[in-house]
Nanobody
């Protein structure tokens, strides 16, 4: 059974950097695309970025404009999302998910989801 567990959330100050992690277990992930989504308070969950486990190719949401690098570490079975120069607008719950489809923007194509990790940005 595939399990995903996010970590790295907490309280940060404006301008800080944060790296979110998603530890994956229970499967062979080379066939998966791993995605990060965020859900701000009162808003829908939206796609941020994805990485294809097999070759490391990435896709970012247009709104991210490459500002949230996503990467994966084969040896650790972990996917990362780097976030820099944080502002209060970035505060949300961040979810990691796994999909076998080649449509990373489509939320309901992701079969497995982690419980999410949350951070707030406050001085």
């Amino acid at each position: 059974q595939v399990q995903l567990v996010e970590s790295g959330g907490g309280l940060v100050q404006p301008g800080d950097s944060l790296r979110l992690s998603c530890a994956a277990s229970g499967g062979t992930f080379t066939k998966y695309t791993m995605g990060w989504f965020r859900q701000a308070p009162g808003k829908e969950r939206v796609f941020i970025a994805s990485v294809r486990w097999s070759d490391g190719s990435t896709i970012d949401a247009d709104s991210m404009d490459g500002r949230v690098p996503i990467s994966r570490d084969h040896a650790k079975n972990t996917v990362y999302l780097q976030m820099n120069s944080l502002t209060p607008a970035a505060a949300a719950i961040y979810y990691c998910a796994a999909s076998t489809w080649s449509t990373p923007y489509v939320e309901n194509h992701y079969a497995y989801w982690g419980p999410g990790t949350q951070f707030t940005v406050s001085s």
